[in-house]
């Protein structure tokens, strides 16, 4: 859990004081976007990996 914590300060520091806000706005939802894109990727993976790869 404390990772979790980690990561989540992290994040909150790195839009500290930034402006324009409109971009701060566009580089949240990019950020959110890729770590869905990165869980689809690994959840398809993991589908594949234990249904035997078969297509």
Avoid: W
């Avoid at 890729?34 to 990727?41: G, I, P």
Wanted: aromatic share 22%; charged share 15%.
């Amino acid at each position: 859990m404390g990772t979790l914590l980690h990561f989540k300060s992290l994040y909150v520091q790195a839009f500290e004081n930034c402006k324009p806000e409109i971009l701060v706005i566009l580089l949240k939802v990019y950020s959110v976007f890729c770590a869905l894109m990165l869980f689809m990727a690994v959840y398809a993976f993991m589908y594949r990996a234990f249904s035997g790869f078969e297509f």
